[in-house]
């Protein structure tokens, strides 16, 4: 059980886990009150087939898999969802420590779609998290040929899209990496992107949330993100002209 085409990804990026670090089961809980009717509540074998998990927050408490937790999901194949952490050894920004990775899936689907927001905020908060996002599957395809590495001259991402640093040049953690369909960013990343601007996100705050913590959900586009809609890649072109900062473009 993967993502597929028809799924939605969602990924956050966090400090490390330390010691008792209780986020891992905030993840999990938060996301399962955030779509109604979903129990993660197995795993999967290494021939795929389904795991039950009978003292599940235990094992997701003790287990620190990676330096995360380890794989979960529902058990509906028609409809999979998804959850999994990790620690990542390259930090949010050069040299800055390990960083906690969340990744989730959803269906693409009007359930999927309608829940997103409050998935990714649930898994944005539990993390406590700095960026995230949530994007069809296939924009992370996308998002690779923006990153421009030494020696690419000329670069040119597709669609017109902006080149970003990779990650390991970020210049602060605070700052996002790239743009999804939905952005998570925390109190810290918006003061480092300059979001809200009064005078300028209006359009960006009629599809905007905060965060219990004073971070911001926003949302891009009405419907997931569709780069072969016209006004869906404008929109996205005009989120990276507002924000330089992300991808590490406003510095040389």
């Known amino acids: 059980m993967t993502a597929t085409p028809s799924s939605l ?21 938060g996301m399962e009150r955030a779509l109604p009717g979903l129990r993660l509540a197995w795993t999967l074998s290494e021939k795929g087939s ?47 420590p390990p960083r906690f990775e969340v990744h989730a899936s959803l269906p ?7 829940a997103a927001a409050d998935v990714l905020d649930a898994i944005g908060e539990g993390a406590r998290a700095v960026w995230g996002h ?18 690419d001259e000329p670069h040119v991402p597709p669609h017109g899209l902006p080149s970003l640093k990779l990650p390991r040049y970020n210049p602060t953690p605070e700052i996002p990496h790239y743009l999804g369909w939905l952005n998570y960013w925390s109190a810290a990343a918006a003061e480092a992107i ?13 599809r905007a949330r905060r965060t219990a913590t004073g971070g911001w959900v926003v949302r891009l586009t009405d419907e997931p ?15 990276y002209e507002r924000f330089p900062e992300i991808g590490g473009r406003a510095v040389s």
């Open 9 to 29: 990804t969602l990924a956050v990026y966090a400090p490390a886990l330390v010691g008792d670090d209780g986020r891992p089961l905030a993840v999990v809980h």
């Open 50 to 96: 389904f795991i039950a998990l009978t003292h599940r927050d235990e094992w997701v408490a003790a287990d620190r898999t990676d330096g995360g937790f380890p794989f979960l999901c529902n058990d509906d194949e028609s409809r999979p969802v998804t959850l999994t952490g990790w620690e990542n050894p390259s930090g949010l920004a050069m040299g800055s």
């Open 108 to 114: 693409l689907d009007a359930a999927g779609v309608a």
């Open 134 to 151: 949530a994007s069809p599957n296939g924009h992370g395809q996308i998002v690779a040929q923006q990153f421009r590495r030494p020696g």
């Open 194 to 206: 300059g979001f809200p601007d009064s005078a300028r996100d209006a359009e960006l705050l009629s």
């Open 225 to 239: 993100l569709d780069l072969d809609n016209p006004a869906h890649l404008d929109a996205l072109k005009r989120a």
